[in-house]
């Protein structure tokens, strides 16, 4: 239990701790942005050029320069699929972490355990070796405790004992790796969603101006349903090869847990009667 909460603790301290950085980023770039324009205002009035209506486009060139890419980035997004892909990402990282953590071959088949087991089998202290595999929170230590509990209804209860105790840790596993995949699924719906809210917007430009629209007003509507489909495809990409990366390790790590836990209770085996 203490394992697994300090687990989920690190997992969400390094999320909580990229998501601070990445939103301080992106605040700082607003702002900067923000500040660089109030600059120029104060500029061309100190100059004894008034800032007119007129001289928006000069103005929007001459700051442009200033503007830094993730501050286009928060402009594109708004606040609403900013805090929206935020939010995935955060999960993302903290899943991340957890499983890197939880698939681990010390956390599965920890090394000190199946020698102390082992150990503990050979000098026939079996209440010993229960005792060390059902206080171990490992896969394997579950898996071996549920072996030893079932010995005394014979060899094939107690297999059949470890064969579910393993099942049900492996569901515990996958349905925590499946969340990389359901992220990796809905991150691109999301970008799909901005690209027709953005088409969206440059429509209704279209629709409400009495004249033909300028290319600059179509430009939010166009950055936002071109980003939106970009980041949701930077959080898509990642997502998928993490959750292949993480699949096959646990099928490899299940595979060996099962190996290990068969070779130490086999001893346990009757052995067939000749005819």
């Excluded at 059902?134 to 064969?163: D, T």
Aim: glycine share 6%; with cysteine; proline share 4%.
């Amino acid at each position: 239990m203490r394992a697994r909460r300090w687990f989920c603790w690190s997992a969400l301290s390094l999320a909580l701790l990229w998501a601070w950085g990445l939103g301080c980023l992106l605040w700082g770039a607003s702002a900067s942005q923000a500040i660089a324009q109030d600059d120029l205002k104060e500029a061309q009035a100190a100059e004894g050029r008034p800032v007119e209506a007129t001289s928006g486009d000069a103005s929007k060139a001459a700051a442009a320069p200033a503007k830094s890419e993730l501050g286009f980035l928060y402009n594109a997004l708004g606040l609403k699929y900013t805090v929206i892909f935020l939010v995935i990402s955060f999960c993302l990282v903290a899943l991340i972490v957890m499983n890197f953590l939880a698939l681990r071959r010390e956390t599965v088949c920890p090394h000190a355990l199946v020698e102390g087991f082992e150990a503990h089998l050979n000098e026939k202290r079996f209440q010993d070796a229960y005792d060390l595999a059902k206080h171990n929170e490992s896969f394997l230590g579950h898996v071996l405790s549920a072996g030893l509990a079932k010995l005394s209804s014979g060899y094939p209860a107690a297999v059949e004992s470890m064969q579910a105790v393993g099942e049900d840790e492996t569901m515990k596993l996958e349905q925590r790796l499946s969340y990389v995949a359901l992220i990796g699924t809905i991150a691109p719906m999301f970008g799909l969603l901005g690209t027709v809210d953005g088409m969206v917007v440059s429509f209704r430009v279209i629709a409400e101006s009495t004249t033909q629209p300028k290319p600059s007003e179509l430009a939010d509507g166009i950055s936002m349903a071109l980003v939106t489909t970009l980041v949701g495809l930077w959080l898509a990409i990642p997502a998928i090869l993490f959750f292949g990366y993480f699949r096959n390790r646990l099928a490899r790590l299940v595979f060996d847990a099962a190996s290990i836990s068969e070779q130490l209770m086999s001893r346990f085996a009757v052995p067939a009667k000749k005819p």
